[in-house]
Nanobody, 123 residues
Framework: VQLQASGGGLVQAGGSLRLSCAAS????????MGWYRQAPGKQRELVAD???????NYATSVQGRFTISRDNVKNTVSLQMNSLKPEDTAVYYC??????????????????WGLGTQVTVSS
């Protein structure tokens, strides 16, 4: 299963960006999906996640500005980022807790990561 993220870029403070991530492959299901970010010199941190049932969780620093959503049919997760601040500058990573099935039909649990997408917010 592959996770492909898109939508990063350069924006001025106060602006908006939307990140999207699509999971592709065969014989899999996804539980929670989320977004993490890693700024230079800092540890990777959770930005937001969402369960298959739609329950969301946000980092305090982004609450009220970012909105996570998902499409369970298309296996996508999006992150709408509004009122961006320079401190939001980081590489953003898509993450998914998924289960895929091998050739015997045996379920295999896996935590998957997409390649990061750069978000830069200028002051």
């Amino acid at each position: 299963v592959q996770l492909q993220a898109s939508g990063g870029g350069l924006v001025q403070a106060g602006g908006s960006l939307r990140l999207s991530c699509a999971a592709s492959g065969s014989r899999f299901s996804i539980n929670a999906m989320g977004w993490y970010r890693q700024a230079p010199g800092k540890q990777r941190e959770l930005v937001a996640d969402i369960t298959s049932g739609g329950r969301t969780n946000y980092a305090t620093s982004v609450q009220g500005r970012f909105t996570i959503s998902r499409d369970n049919v298309k296996n996508t997760v999006s992150l709408q980022m509004n009122s961006l601040k320079p401190e939001d500058t980081a590489v953003y990573y898509c993450n998914a807790d998924l289960i895929w099935y091998d050739h015997l039909g045996t379920p295999v649990a896996e935590n998957g990561w997409g390649l990061g997408t750069q978000v830069t917010v200028s002051s």
